[in-house]
Structures are given as C-alpha cells and as structure tokens.
C-alpha cells in the first residue's frame, strides 16, 4: 500500500494533536485532584496547607496559571480626569448606599406605625398599654442593637430582600464573584464565601456575620502585625476591598453594597498613616486596576457568579476560572 507524503504530514499532526489532548485532559484531572485537597485543608482549617497546594502549580502549564497572574497597570498618582477617561465615575461607586434594604426597612416601619393603630383600635387598647407595646419593641430593637449589633434586624431585611428583589439577589452574587475573582488573580486565595445573612449563620453560627467572602489572609496579618505592610500586599488587599463595588458599577453603573469594605479599607489606610493625598493615589489606582481586570474578565465573573450561586466549594471555583480563562492572556 502507498502512503503519500501529505497523508504522512496529517496523521504525524493528528498524532501530536492526540497527544497534546491526553496530556491536556491529564493535567486537568491532576488539577482537580489538587484542588479537592486544597478544599480538604480549608474545611479542616489548615490555610497554611492549602496556600502551599495551591503554590505549587502556580503558573504552571496545566496547573494554576491564573493564581497572581493578572495583568496590572502601573501604579501611579492617576487624576479624576485619567480615570473618568476610562469610564470610572467614582461617585457611583465609593459611597454606596442600599436602596433596596432601606426601601424594605422604611415599608417596615411603617407597617409597624399602621398595625400599632390598628391594633389599638381593634383591641380597644388603653394608652398605657399601647405604651408598654412600645416600649417592648424598642427594648427588642435595643438589644439586637447591643447584643448582636444589628444582626436580627440585618438577617431579616437580607432574607426579604433575597426573597422578593431578583435584582438584590442577583447583585450580591456578583459582588462576592468580584472579590473571589480579582482575589484569586492577585494572588491571594479564597477561604469561604456566603452569599446571604441567612447561610452565613448557618455556616459560621453568628447574627454579626453577613454575606461576604474570606481569604487566607495569614500572610496579611503577620506583617500588619509586624508593622511592615508591604506596597504589594497593600495593594493586593485595596483591589480586593473594593472589587464588589467595582463590579456591581460595572454591571448596574452605580454600586449599592459594600459600604463596610470601604470603610475598612479607609481604616487601613488611617492606621498605617496615610495622608489624605496618599491614600486617594492608593484608592484612585486601586479603583482603575479593579476595574480593568473585571472588564477584561467580564465573561468569567460571570461564570464564577454561576458556579458561585450553585453552592460549589471554593476548589470549583477556582476551576471555573481556570477554565474560563483558558490560554487567554490573563
């Protein structure tokens, strides 16, 4: 039988294709295996044990490429002006303000105005007792107020506002897949997340905890306590702050949530003694650096949000977003 030379060339290609496809589809499923385990150590609180898993292949072809792998601009004093010319409007984002949990808090307050009297006239209450009514509820409010420093009230509004606004459900996910995210990118790892008020206190056991994601932060902490906080570290933590505000501006143009992000970041910056003028360069480059690698990622975030809602462990997170980025420049 005759074999062209052509036919040759094809199926040589075929073959390295082959290859490269088993080798691809190898490395994956190591990948995976990896991650599982980092999930292992981070149920079992050993951060440090995952940290170095998750080290090991980083960047590494068919390993974690992406980990810290993202590209960044220079760090620099940018004006108002600079970052306006790059589509970012920061009074739409660094004062946020929960509209759709004010909105639902106010109907409840006024619900309650409405049921006292309606109480008062169905009953035929005294005003005596209409006054220890009242004074029982602000005792109630009171308490949650001191005990659990807004908790109950917070868990309440959290729930009802998940239950009946599909657009407040919607952007806590993807404020949480923009912490994750640009987290993951600058090289510092996700521990947990919770995505409402309710799954927080199923998970953690306390009313003072709120949706939100945490980090294996260990490295953070040993040089703040120190009292050497590096600009890179710095800098990697002032992205994450306010990368749930930079994302829901991007999505909706004006953000809601994440005014307790801000405000530590704004501590931060307070307690390492940052001047008015430093800490605005830091938070003006910050904000330009969050924004662009959320929109060069745009279709990533928005699968990690669906990986995210599904429930997954942060292992499969990190998956999605490898997947999702593939050979793309990161």
Same mark, same amino acid.
């Given at each position: 039988m005759?074999?062209c030379?052509?036919?040759?060339l094809?199926?040589?290609?075929l073959?390295?294709?082959?290859?490269?496809?088993v080798?691809?589809?190898?490395?994956?499923?190591?990948?995976?295996?990896?991650?599982?385990?980092v999930?292992d150590?981070?149920?079992?609180?050993n951060e440090?044990g995952?940290?170095?898993l998750?080290?090991?292949?980083?960047?590494?072809?068919?390993g974690?490429?992406?980990?810290g792998?993202?590209?960044q601009?220079?760090?620099?004093?940018?004006?108002?002006?600079?970052?306006?010319?790059?589509?970012?409007d920061?009074s739409?984002f660094?004062?946020?303000?929960?509209a759709?949990?004010?909105?639902?808090?106010?109907i409840?307050?006024?619900s309650?105005? %409405?049921? +006292?009297?309606?109480?008062?006239?169905?009953? /035929?209450l005294?005003? @005596?007792?209409? *006054?220890?009514?009242s004074?029982g509820?602000l005792?109630?409010?009171?308490?949650d107020?001191?005990?659990?420093?807004?908790?109950?009230?917070?868990?309440?509004l959290?729930t009802?506002g998940?239950?009946?606004?599909?657009?407040y459900h919607?952007r806590?996910?993807?404020?949480?897949?923009?912490?994750f995210?640009?987290a993951y990118?600058?090289?510092?790892?996700?521990?947990?997340?919770?995505?409402?008020s309710?799954e927080?206190?199923?998970?953690?056991?306390?009313?003072?905890?709120?949706?939100?994601t945490?980090?294996?932060?260990?490295?953070?902490?040993e040089?703040v306590n120190?009292?050497?906080?590096?600009?890179?570290?710095?800098?990697?933590f002032?992205?994450?702050?306010l990368?749930?505000?930079?994302?829901?501006?991007l %999505?909706? +143009?004006?953000?809601e949530?994440?005014?307790? /992000?801000?405000?530590k @970041?704004?501590e *931060?910056?307070?307690?390492l003694?940052?001047?008015?003028?430093k800490?605005?360069?830091?938070?003006?480059?910050?904000?330009?650096n969050?924004v662009?690698?959320?929109r060069r990622?745009?279709?990533?975030?928005s699968?990690l949000?669906d990986a995210?809602?599904?429930g997954?462990?942060?292992?499969?997170?990190?998956?999605?977003?490898?997947?999702?980025?593939?050979?793309?420049?990161?």
């Amino acid at each position: 039988m005759v074999i062209c030379r052509s036919s040759c060339l094809f199926l040589g290609r075929l073959r390295v294709r082959t290859l490269k496809f088993v080798c691809t589809s190898e490395l994956g499923h190591l990948r995976l295996q990896l991650l599982e385990k980092v999930d292992d150590e981070l149920r079992n609180g050993n951060e440090r044990g995952a940290l170095s898993l998750v080290k090991d292949l980083e960047g590494k072809s068919g390993g974690l490429r992406c980990f810290g792998a993202a590209r960044q601009v220079p760090q620099r004093l940018y004006s108002l002006d600079e970052l306006k010319l790059n589509g970012i409007d920061t009074s739409c984002f660094l004062s946020p303000v929960d509209a759709t949990l004010d909105s639902i808090e106010r109907i409840f307050q006024i619900s309650a105005v %409405l049921g +006292g009297i309606s109480a008062w006239f169905a009953f /035929d209450l005294t005003q @005596l007792q209409l *006054l220890f009514f009242s004074v029982g509820l602000l005792f109630l409010w009171s308490w949650d107020l001191v005990a659990f420093n807004g908790g109950v009230k917070n868990l309440l509004l959290d729930t009802i506002g998940h239950n009946l606004s599909r657009k407040y459900h919607n952007r806590v996910i993807q404020h949480e897949a923009g912490h994750f995210l640009i987290a993951y990118l600058l090289g510092i790892l996700p521990r947990s997340y919770t995505l409402s008020s309710l799954e927080a206190l199923v998970k953690e056991g306390s009313l003072n905890v709120q949706a939100g994601t945490t980090f294996v932060d260990y490295e953070f902490l040993e040089e703040v306590n120190s009292g050497k906080l590096s600009a890179s570290m710095l800098n990697r933590f002032s992205c994450i702050a306010l990368a749930g505000v930079a994302t829901e501006f991007l %999505l909706f +143009g004006r953000a809601e949530g994440g005014l307790a /992000d801000i405000n530590k @970041l704004d501590e *931060l910056l307070k307690g390492l003694g940052f001047t008015q003028k430093k800490a605005d360069s830091q938070v003006r480059w910050a904000v330009l650096n969050t924004v662009l690698i959320l929109r060069r990622h745009e279709a990533v975030r928005s699968a990690l949000a669906d990986a995210m809602s599904s429930g997954k462990p942060v292992g499969a997170c990190i998956e999605t977003i490898e997947r999702a980025i593939g050979d793309s420049d990161v």
